[in-house]
């Protein structure tokens, strides 16, 4: 019984089209992540939210979004998307931040392929 | 440079034998966690160990974080062992629990 829900698995888009990524956590935990993981990159923070604030954002292009509509949903929203996004993305949530709190647990990924 | 290093980049053993995964770190973490990642690509939190040492099952994680290290040890290694092993830390200052991950070491385990 999966607690972090990623949606889709699988993604293919063509360049220049935007996409929405889906997570929701049924951990109830305070704290949201999104990650990325490439081929030419190691997993690589993007994003952190706390009580659907933003925290960290450490993604240099505003073409990605996130987007929190619940305490445990953070979605991820990519706007005219390149080749070079295509990425396993990686949703994770912890407890919180403080340092008792803050193990963080990740979702299945979403693979996501540009054209 | 990088701020998580592991060693080795990846590891060839015979089911049975142990193994001691390394993590060094440049930056001073208030935090520190190990994963394992699946073939498949999932992602598995083995230890939050941000200092001292932690054992569950066949896996111990030591951090000893003024010397800016963590180990992994695996003892008896199993095929199903077998997949890349990723530490991380979230740097001290760090205001949103970020997470930088080092670029694994994998470990393939044979029969």
């Known amino acids: 019984d999966p607690k972090i829900i990623q949606k889709p698995k699988y993604l293919v888009a063509v360049t220049g089209s935007e996409k929405i990524l889906i997570c929701e956590q049924y951990l109830g935990h305070n704290a949201m992540y999104w990650y990325r993981q490439s081929a030419k990159k190691p997993l690589e923070f993007m994003f952190s939210y706390s009580y659907q604030k933003l925290m960290d954002n450490q993604t240099a292009s505003s073409r990605f979004q996130p987007q929190s509509s619940k305490k445990n949903h953070l979605d991820l929203q990519i706007t005219a998307l390149k080749p070079d996004d295509s990425a396993t993305y990686f949703c994770?949530?912890?407890?919180?931040?403080?340092?008792?709190?803050?193990?963080?647990?990740f979702g299945p990924g979403t693979r996501l392929t540009v054209l | 440079g990088q701020q998580v290093q592991q060693s080795p980049a990846s590891l060839v053993l015979q089911e049975g034998e142990n193994a001691e995964l390394q993590c060094n770190f440049s930056s001073t973490a208030t935090r520190l966690q190990w994963f394992y990642q699946h073939p498949g690509g999932r992602l598995v939190s083995l230890f939050y160990n941000p200092s001292g040492t932690k054992h569950t099952g066949r896996l111990t994680s030591t951090t000893v974080t003024n010397e800016r290290r963590s180990s992994l040890h695996i003892s008896s290694s199993q095929t199903t062992d077998s997949g890349t092993y990723f530490c991380a830390i979230d740097p001290l200052g760090s205001s949103g629990n970020k997470l930088i991950f080092g670029i694994g070491t994998l470990l393939s385990v044979k029969p």
């Open positions: 994770a949530s912890s407890q919180g931040l403080g340092y008792n709190y803050a193990e963080q647990f």
